[in-house]
């Protein structure tokens, strides 16, 4: 692959873990909508790999760990570099949420990935509720339940359990909101050290990202380009689109780049961690090269701070559990937890 441009990974910025552990403050995502086949995935993380990205966010439910593990075999094989140079995530799948399951799954995902450990293992949503791949937005799961604090902390319990074992170094959780996060930080043994949240210049979550920092809690911001590719279940009218923006496209005319390009500039100036996907070889290297160089001013930082239209994208109405239900019971936007 003597074609792809390649950034120096010492050249990455990264964040620091309460714990000390250092995760590079870009990753390369692997969920390729319902769109992108398993080996296009994987020949992305290869790319990603080749170009210099040495953080892989990756997850059970997306289907491609088997195929993405491969890459890895071959990139340590031809000492593209190894295993320690690599930060790997994965996620707990809804379905398997009971007991014994949170071990059983991350061992499946070691084994799919062909890794003896996870730098850090989340928990892919704070509910069991379970849908299938491509399903519509209207598809209900008939075993769908609220976020109850109870079950939720035996599931964390099995997690924290993972640190113990040595299958993982870091634990975290997604898409979750300041209500459920107090609960948790209350009742955990093992704080958090991540939390995976949809974050992009018309949704940023100022309530929550606020919280995160004053808890040392690093935020993963997912759809950081506002995921112009998303599945149609995840689209409706009123959703705006990040890249059209004119304070985006104003100052992305004058660094001469292309408007995603500015969106994942500001998330890693924020003090979030972008965790793109593309296909293509020169997006990837363009979402690399973005946070090492040419960074944004203040003035371009405050103007970007100003764009919240509060636009949630991936709404997650397939996780409901009742009739007649409004997408916003998931978020607990008004702090209170929905029953």
Not at 238 to 257: M, R
């Amino acid at each position: 692959m003597n074609d792809i441009k390649q950034i120096d990974p010492s050249t990455v910025p990264f964040r620091t873990l309460y714990n000390g552990d250092k995760i590079p403050a870009i990753g390369l995502g692997t969920f390729g909508s319902d769109h992108v086949s398993n080996e296009e995935v994987a020949k992305a993380v290869e790319i990603g790999i080749e170009t210099g990205f040495r953080h892989i966010d990756c997850a059970s439910v997306y289907g491609n760990e088997k195929n993405i593990g491969k890459i890895f075999a071959e990139c340590f094989k031809n000492k593209v570099c190894t295993r320690e140079d690599l930060w790997i995530t994965s996620k707990l799948w809804n379905d398997m949420h009971g007991k014994g399951d949170v071990i059983k799954s991350c061992k499946k995902s070691l084994s799919d990935l062909g890794l003896d450990y996870l730098d850090l293992y989340l928990v892919h949503w704070p509910f069991p509720n379970f849908h299938a791949k491509g399903c519509s937005v209207d598809s209900r799961s008939p075993d769908a339940r609220p976020y109850i604090h109870e079950e939720f902390m035996k599931t964390w319990i099995e997690m924290e359990s993972l640190v113990d074992a040595g299958l993982v170094k870091n634990i975290g959780i997604s898409n979750v909101s300041v209500a459920k996060l107090e609960l948790i930080l209350k009742d955990c043994r093992i704080k958090p050290s991540v939390c995976e949240m949809e974050c992009h210049p018309n949704f940023q979550q100022p309530k929550l990202f606020d919280y995160l920092q004053e808890n040392k809690i690093v935020a993963v911001g997912f759809c950081p380009i506002g995921s112009p590719a998303r599945p149609a279940r995840d689209t409706t009218p009123n959703d705006t689109v990040d890249i059209q923006d004119p304070v985006i496209v104003k100052i992305a005319k004058d660094h001469n780049v292309h408007p995603a390009v500015i969106c994942v500039k500001w998330a890693e100036q924020r003090g979030q961690i972008p965790i793109p996907f593309s296909s293509k070889a020169r997006n990837i290297y363009s979402n690399l090269n973005s946070v090492v160089k040419d960074p944004l001013t203040n003035k371009e930082m405050k103007e970007i701070a100003g764009i919240d239209k509060k636009c949630r994208l991936i709404k997650g109405q397939v996780f409901l559990w009742k009739e007649n239900q409004d997408w916003a019971d998931l978020w607990d936007e008004n702090g209170v937890i929905a029953k």
